[in-house]
């Protein structure tokens, strides 16, 4: 395969969703991924077996018992060939597996190991998943819906990329891959930051202060619209031939079904969707 990444090669022990968004990234810009597995494969396949197969693709997929001897030695192996290794488990697990910063760094000392854990430094150790992460950003509504985007994960995932492209780049200057850990409530914090700043919390320019950026009914469906821009906003009430404001333009999209404001919206240049 030829990319960016190619002739790049990736050990990856991390399993459910931010270590495989972050190899299959990897892996789209021509790196090789070796996907280590345990015996009983991943338990996401239990849930969502099309996404696990989604995000595998072309990977070299090996199942392997790392607590027994044999196939510990069998993953030392990979890591002899390997420039990047990913994982994410507890650092304590991965110890008791002979896995730590100072076993790697001198037996590996070009390898680059990107670790993703909940929390970076010493929270490491603490259990969670994507709604924990995001209820300690702040992320949640305030009612018990679920989020639909797990949006610590993924976000997560992208970070791994980039500590994968920076332990590169320092192997190659400095002959060290380095360890680097991603933390998810950290990558779900940043996330939150616009919030934090008021502009997408509720009355903010983001947060339906704004008739310009909004959901409104339409005659079916649902349209958003993003007319923040002075030219667009203009161009939105003169076409509509409206006062700018929540009242006026929630009538004004009861008039057409929400795709026929999607196609309207495209011909006039106006940012307005249906919503799907």
């Excluded at 995932?157 to 360890?179: I, K, M, N």
């Excluded at 076409?239 to 929540?246: E, P, R, S, V």
């Amino acid at each position: 395969m030829t990319g960016r990444l190619a002739g790049v090669r990736v050990v990856s022990l991390a399993g459910t969703l931010p270590g495989p968004v972050a190899a299959r990234r990897l892996r789209a810009e021509g790196a090789e991924v070796i996907r280590v597995e345990g015996p009983g494969g991943d338990i996401l396949r239990t849930v969502a077996a099309d996404l696990v197969d989604a995000l595998v693709g072309d990977q070299q997929v090996i199942r392997l018992n790392l607590k027994e001897p044999a196939d510990r030695a069998r993953l030392h192996e990979l890591l002899d060939e390997a420039d990047l290794l990913l994982t994410s488990s507890r650092p304590s697990a991965l110890a008791r597996l002979g896995l730590t910063r100072e076993v790697v760094a001198q037996r590996w000392p070009r390898l680059g190991w990107v670790a993703i854990v909940g929390e970076t430094g010493e929270r490491a150790e603490e259990a969670g998943h994507d709604l924990t992460y995001q209820a300690q950003a702040g992320l949640l509504g305030a009612g018990t819906e679920l989020p639909r985007v797990l949006l610590a994960d993924l976000s997560a995932a992208e970070r791994v990329v980039t500590e994968c492209v920076l332990a590169l780049r320092q192997a190659d200057l400095h002959g060290s891959g380095g360890y680097a850990e991603v933390g998810l409530v950290e990558s779900a914090r940043d996330l939150g930051e616009p919030l934090r700043h008021g502009l997408t919390a509720p009355g903010g320019i983001l947060g339906g202060g704004h008739p310009a950026y909004a959901i409104y009914p339409a005659r079916s469906g649902r349209v958003a619209v993003a007319a923040l821009e002075p030219h667009f906003w203009a161009r939105l009430l003169d076409l509509l031939g409206i006062a700018g404001t929540h009242e006026a333009l929630a009538a004004a999209f009861l008039e057409r079904d929400a795709q026929d404001w999607e196609a309207w919206g495209s011909e006039h240049d106006v940012p307005v969707v249906a919503v799907l």
